[in-house]
């Protein structure tokens, strides 16, 4: 058992000074003040630390990704004191433009792997292209008999990269991915990959337009690509659809017009965009290609699940979004948009799932999954096999 003394929760609301007591890999109890003989319980002075919901990474490529540039653009695989020193205690894989040397059997292998680690996992089936590659031989079957299968994606849209699906394919895959989320009781999501082309979100709204499948079925990721996709993508979550922002990235891109994840949230919140509708999630592993005009590849850099709580912490120190709200984006957000039961909140009968952030500074001091210690006084206290 552990017992967490006089900690400032966030739940992520505000709380309030409370005792955190966890056993079993989840939370069991949060109080004003919790007593237990100290021959039964680990207890720690959380006096000056604000505990918060473990962070849900909802888009990660760890296995790896990339590829754009050649074989030796191919990115390693995600490392789990990576995800420790970010704060992410869950992880949902996906694949990229590689649906080829990069295989779901092999994600799955590695969305195991991280959880046999001390990572809670889950993927996505397919990747940009359209049909979708699925391990079942169809989303259906993938959502409905694969448990850690959650939803489809990263499907690319506006993007010279995506296989330029069509409407009615699109519309096809959506339909299954929705039917197998409501049989299965998962949420089914479609994670759409955006590019820089001029339809932006076209595809999306005539979607929600023309047929019964609602805005919720939709997680639009990379919004804040450059300014036209964010103004685009303002009005769109301003209207009850879902965005997802991407932190990882490079000063070069932002230089060109990118909208740094921490001051989109903010300008969001401003023009009246309703906080539940947004996620950050981090693109770790992913390269981050810079192409030319041409579509010819000038750089390339590789994306961080550290830069999550990064853009987080921004939000609040910089761009003066309450801690509590600017938390949604990786916690409770995520969780309900996902349906990823027992995750993003701290409350009774919640997964253990905690991260201690120093009061003062809001660097992440202490990091618990399913009610294990992975880092305590900012040191990971665990490695994966192979670092």
Same mark, same amino acid.
């Given at each position: 058992?552990?017992?967490l +003394?006089?900690?400032?929760v ?8 409370a005792d955190i ?7 069991l109890r949060i109080?004003p003040?919790?007593?237990l003989p100290?021959?039964?319980?680990e207890q720690?002075?959380?006096s000056g630390v604000?505990?918060?919901p473990g =962070? @849900?990474?909802?888009?990660v490529?760890m296995?790896?990704g990339?590829g754009e *540039?050649g074989?030796?653009? %191919? ?8 995800a420790?020193r970010g704060?992410v205690?869950?992880v949902?894989?996906c694949l990229?433009?590689?649906? #080829?040397t990069r295989?779901?059997? *092999?994600?799955l292998? +590695?969305a195991?792997?991280l959880?046999e ?5 889950? @993927?996505?089936?397919?990747?940009y292209g359209?049909?979708?590659q699925?391990l079942t031989g169809? @989303?259906?079957?993938?959502?409905l008999?694969?448990d850690k299968?959650?939803? #489809?994606g990263?499907?690319?849209?506006s993007d010279?990269?995506?296989?330029q699906?069509?409407?009615e394919e699109f ?8 039917r ?5 009781g998962?949420?089914g999501? #479609?994670?759409v990959h955006?590019g820089?082309?001029?339809?932006g979100?076209a595809?999306?709204?005539r979607?929600i337009e023309?047929?019964?499948?609602p805005?919720?079925?939709f997680?639009p ?6 300014p ?8 769109y979550?301003k209207?009850g659809?879902?965005?997802d922002f991407t932190t990882s990235?490079?000063p070069?891109f ?7 994840c921490?001051?989109g949230l903010?300008?969001?919140l401003?023009?009246g ?7 950050f999630t ?5 390269s ?10 000038? %750089?390339?850099?590789i994306g961080?699940?550290?830069s ?8 609040v120190?910089?761009e003066?979004?309450?801690?509590a709200?600017?938390?949604?984006v990786i ?5 309900r948009?996902l349906?990823?039961?027992g995750k *993003?909140?701290l ?6 799932d905690?991260?201690l952030l120093?009061?003062a ?11 294990r210690?992975l880092m305590?006084?900012r040191t990971?206290?665990?490695?994966g096999? =192979?670092?």
């Open positions: 058992m552990l017992l +003394k006089n900690a400032d966030y739940a992520p609301a505000a709380k309030g000074r007591l966890a056993a079993g890999g989840r939370i109080e003040s919790i007593e100290p021959a039964y319980v720690v002075d959380a604000m505990a918060v =962070f @849900i990474d909802g888009h490529h296995m790896g990339g *540039g074989f030796a653009t %191919r990115t390693p695989e995600l490392m789990l004191s990576d420790i704060g205690t869950t949902v894989g990229g433009t590689d649906g #080829v295989s779901l059997a *092999g994600l292998a +590695k195991k792997a959880d680690e001390g990572l809670s996992t889950f @993927i996505y089936t397919g990747h359209v049909p979708v699925t169809s @989303i259906e079957r993938d959502l008999l694969i299968i959650i939803g #489809v990263e499907v690319a849209l010279h990269r995506s296989n699906p069509t409407f519309a096809r895959l959506s339909a299954e991915a929705r197998g989320g409501i049989l299965s998962k949420a999501v #479609v994670n955006m820089d082309g001029r339809r979100l595809m999306l709204r979607l023309e047929t019964e499948i805005a919720t079925q997680l990721t990379h919004i804040g690509r450059n036209s996709l964010f103004e685009e993508g303002l009005a979550a209207a659809g879902l965005v990235t490079v070069a932002l230089d060109e017009g990118e909208v740094k921490s001051a903010r300008r969001m401003d023009a965009v309703d906080a539940a509708n947004i996620t981090s693109d770790g592993q992913g981050l290609p810079d192409f030319d005009a041409h579509g010819r590849l000038r %750089r390339l850099e961080r699940v550290t999550l709580f990064a853009e987080v912490r921004d939000a120190r910089v003066g979004v309450p801690l709200t600017a938390l949604q916690t409770s957000n995520p969780a948009i349906k990823l039961r *993003g909140a409350e009774a009968g919640a997964d253990a905690i991260v120093d009061a500074s809001l660097e992440i001091d202490g990091v618990i999954a399913k009610g210690w305590k006084a990971p206290l665990v490695r096999n =192979f670092e």
